[in-house]
């Protein structure tokens, strides 16, 4: 049971903007700790979406956004393509005794 | 270019061994921390184990301490994963990370393929 809650899936049609939570709590998102967000494509290995929050590494398309207000965080999806269709995970660190460094749940994004 | 590559996974029986590598390339490995990730199947992304560049700071989830122990070799370039009293749990794919930014924020910019492991009598 992680300590980072996602929704299980969103979808969206191609073109809209969808958005995935990501919630935690005060020993993680809410002390401060980073979020960063993988994309995961079916069968393949997790490549990174967003860094620090809000940073898009080298080739990451500007559709791709982060933010982070309180003990959530937010990846944030824009012009929905069909290529986007896959999971999606954050991550942070938890300072609790039964956390520590953790992934989200995960969310399955299907393109309509 | 970076690159991970996993090698070692197969199927061992409840209770045995096995050990991973993770070989490196394309960047100085001995300046980075790199990390073990899992995904059992159909499930999601777990943190297994850490370790910094210079190998004197290691991590383990709960789940795998005392039995999982990390190690690198930057004379080679590798990292491994020597696992014991395996589990039907910890069958998994196994991913090699690069880790960016500081210990405690840790965001893994580069992965390998995976290795699978298949725990089963």
């Known amino acids: 049971q992680s300590v980072l809650t996602q929704p299980p899936s969103v979808s969206g049609a191609p073109g809209q903007r969808v958005t995935i939570s990501c919630t935690g709590s005060s020993s993680n998102i809410g002390a401060g700790y980073d979020v960063h967000w993988y994309q995961q494509l079916p069968g393949t290995a997790p490549k990174l979406l967003i860094y620090g929050n809000s940073n898009r590494p080298s080739g990451v398309p500007d559709r791709f956004s982060g933010s982070k207000s309180g003990t959530s965080a937010s990846l944030a999806i824009s012009g929905l393509q069909a290529e986007d269709e896959a999971d999606y995970y954050c991550?942070?660190?938890?300072?609790?005794?039964?956390?520590?460094?953790?992934f989200g749940t995960g969310t399955k994004v299907t393109v309509l | 270019e970076v690159q991970l590559v996993e090698s070692g996974g197969g199927l061992v029986q409840p209770g045995g061994s096995l050990r991973l590598s993770c070989a490196a390339s394309g960047f100085t490995f001995s300046s980075y921390a790199v990390f073990w990730v899992r995904q059992a199947p159909g499930k999601g992304l777990e943190y297994v184990s850490g370790?910094?560049?210079?190998?004197?700071?290691?991590y383990y989830a709960n789940s795998v301490k005392d039995r999982f122990t990390i190690s690198r070799d930057n004379s080679k370039n590798t990292l491994y994963l020597q696992m014991g009293s395996l589990r039907v749990e910890d069958m998994a794919v196994y991913y090699c990370?690069?880790?960016?930014?500081?210990?405690?924020?840790?965001?893994?910019?580069?992965w390998g393929q995976g290795t699978l492991v298949t725990v089963s009598s």
């Open positions: 990370a690069r880790a960016r930014g500081q210990w405690l924020a840790y965001y893994f910019d580069y």
């Open positions: 370790i910094s560049g210079n190998g004197g700071s290691t």
């Open positions: 991550q942070s660190y938890d300072s609790s005794l039964s956390g520590s460094r953790v």
